[in-house]
């Protein structure tokens, strides 16, 4: 009784002093600490382990780090390290990743009937970077649940298909693998557990199709995918006005599309006569649109990255580096950024003092936002392969690939990312966790909570520009 009571009393002060001291970015930036800290003890455990296995306890860090951003890089073979306990960690890690530790959390607060505070709210609120505080709890219930339904039902169609599909598997490694490619893809996490990746179904095309509608799913933005789950319920006759989509789902959507259909043609166009060269022209479409689809966030492959050519090794890093949607299991700059700053440059060359897009003019503080995450982006992937450079002895390309692919939190690379030095993973690692918080929340931390304005301003003048 006397230890509960301390306890309380302990908590209560600790939630005062943390609420009064720290904004909820930060208070946020804690939590992602404390969870891949977490992940390193539970990954750690000899329990999750194969027999007789080595690793340095800096490439395990790593690993947390790499497993909490559900990026997907790694530093040693995982099939080798951890037996099938441990790949049943990891799919538990990937969830707290990709829907973020405030989701799970307040899924289960939920769940178990709990209040939930103003303050927890605010802080969900950042954590799934919301513009508003109203509705959140909902989208999370509904989100979590039919993230872990659209799991659990692919989880078994993915089952069946290995099962009957003449690759001898049996039942439980059917059921094991299955499972393990629909979390995996819906998560976004791109780690590889046997070695292969999606090699062996380079020509499937009843897999590749369904493995790659799960990514968009996880990248597309929760709340997207709960505005397009309320338009396929919604009636007319119910409701007084038609259904419509709000900005954000409809900006997400365009530029999310625009980017897997002109990617697709990108790579179909580059590798049809090197790559691509001896397969049938339907395979040579799947593989462009599977690529297309995988380099945004998820980091599945069917072929060695050495393979590609050089321009679409960088067309690789271009999708990488945007990433997919805000409020999203993705990292990157985010598709909406890129959307803005091109709605931006084309209203300038237009002329147009507002930008306007599907009847409504984005805010003046969006596009601000926009041009500082993707420029401040831009310069720390710049300055991480400057670094990689003088620290690492590898091409180029490899680095350029290895940094976009940390910072989108995809997970493909050149073979590199064991062979790196310290400086070179402490690098990739920064990148991964930056890429999972986000560039403009990564600015935040180290903006006090309490801050003051002048009460005044300085006089406009002009400068020369270009």
């Given amino acids: 009784m006397n230890f509960d009571f301390s306890y309380q009393k302990f908590k209560r002060f600790s939630n005062r002093y943390i609420n009064r001291h720290f904004s909820s970015v930060q208070i946020i930036f804690i939590y992602y600490v404390l969870m891949t800290i977490v992940a390193f003890f539970l990954l750690n455990l000899p329990f999750f382990h194969k027999q007789d296995v080595s690793y340095s306890t800096f490439d395990m860090i790593f690993m ?25 960690l990891l799919e538990v890690l990937f969830q707290v990743g990709s829907f973020g ?16 505070s103003l303050k927890r709210r605010q802080l969900i609120m950042t954590d799934m970077n919301s513009p508003k505080l109203s509705g959140s709890i909902r989208l999370i219930k509904n989100t979590v649940f039919t993230l872990f339904i659209i799991q659990i ?102 530029i999310y599309l625009f980017l897997f259909v002109g990617g697709a043609i990108l790579i179909y166009l580059l590798e049809r006569h090197h790559l691509f060269m001896d397969m049938s022209e339907p395979e040579r479409w799947l593989n462009a649109m599977f690529y297309s689809t ?106 350029i690939v290895e940094v976009a692919s940390a910072f989108g939190t995809t997970g493909l690379s050149l073979g590199i990312t064991s062979s790196l030095s310290p400086i070179g993973k402490i690098v ?21 909570k309490e801050k003051h304005d002048r009460g005044y301003v300085y006089p406009t003048e002009k400068i020369i520009i270009g």
């Fill in 64 to 88: 947390a780090i790499s497993t909490i951003s559900v990026t997907g890089l790694s530093t040693f073979n995982i099939n080798e390290v951890f037996n099938e306990r441990g790949i049943i």
């Fill in 101 to 116: 530790i405030m989701m799970i959390s307040t899924f289960f607060f939920i769940i178990s009937k709990r209040r939930i």
């Fill in 153 to 254: 039902i692919f989880g078994f169609v993915f089952s069946a298909h290995f099962y009957f599909s003449g690759r001898h598997l049996d039942l439980p490694s059917s059921l094991f693998h299955g499972f393990y490619q629909s979390i995996s893809a819906v998560t976004n996490s791109g780690f590889d557990v046997t070695g292969e990746s999606a090699t062996p179904y380079r020509d499937d095309f009843f897999f590749l199709p369904l493995l790659m509608l799960l990514i968009m799913v996880g990248g597309i933005g929760f709340p997207v995918l709960m505005e397009i789950r309320e338009r396929l319920s919604y009636r007319r006759k119910d409701h007084d006005l038609p259904f419509r989509f709000s900005l954000f789902s409809k900006l997400a959507i365009s």
């Fill in 294 to 399: 995988t380099t945004r966030n998820a980091g599945l492959q069917l072929d060695n990255l050495a393979f590609f050519q050089t321009p679409t090794l960088l067309l690789f890093s271009l999708l990488m580096f945007i990433g997919c949607s805000p409020s999203s299991v993705g990292g990157g700059v985010r598709t909406t950024t890129v959307a803005i700053l091109g709605l931006y440059m084309l209203s300038f060359i237009k002329g147009q003092e507002n930008i306007t897009v599907f009847n409504r003019r984005i805010a003046q503080e969006d596009i601000k936002k926009a041009i500082v995450v993707f420029n401040l982006s831009l310069l720390m992937c710049f300055f991480s392969v400057l670094i990689l450079t003088i620290t690492e002895d590898h091409s180029m390309i490899s680095l």
């Fill in 428 to 448: 990739i690692a920064a990148l991964m966790f930056i890429g999972r918080i986000g560039m403009l929340y990564t600015l935040m931390i180290f903006i006090p």
